[in-house]
């Protein structure tokens, strides 16, 4: 089993940043990737970001490529959303998510049911 927390959410104006943590317990050794996602009230979840462990490739959603860096702290099981040029449509629940399956294309991340392991979530609100 593992287990997914996230941190680092807040308030910020148009433009700042802000950077997104989410730590993995439990059966780490089992993670294969992981990824974030956001949601607004009244709409699905999207896909942010996300990495596969093995060789730390990354996948990002059109709307934050450029501005948004999904990385990785091995010694701490954590990974990574530093969130750059922050825009109020960024405004969402994040969700941090990992997965024990190994997928050797990396757009699979990019869905939400690849993920079994979810966060609670953290707020990012930003004002314009």
């Known amino acids: 089993q593992v287990s997914v927390a996230e941190s680092g959410g807040g308030l910020v104006q148009a433009g700042g940043s802000l950077r997104l943590s989410c730590a993995a317990s439990?059966?780490?050794?089992?993670?294969?990737?992981m990824g974030w996602f956001r949601q607004v009230p009244g709409k699905e979840r999207e896909f942010v970001a996300a990495l596969r462990w093995k060789d730390s490739a990354t996948t990002y959603a059109e709307s934050v490529k450029e501005r948004f860096t999904i990385s990785r702290d091995t010694t701490k099981n954590t990974i990574i959303l530093q969130m750059e040029s922050l825009k109020p449509d960024d405004t969402a629940n994040y969700y941090c998510a990992a997965t024990s399956v190994y997928y050797p294309i990396i757009d699979y991340y990019r869905s939400s049911r690849t993920y079994r392991y979810w966060g609670q979530g953290t707020q990012v609100t930003v004002n314009s």
């Open positions: 439990g059966r780490t050794v089992t993670i294969d990737g």
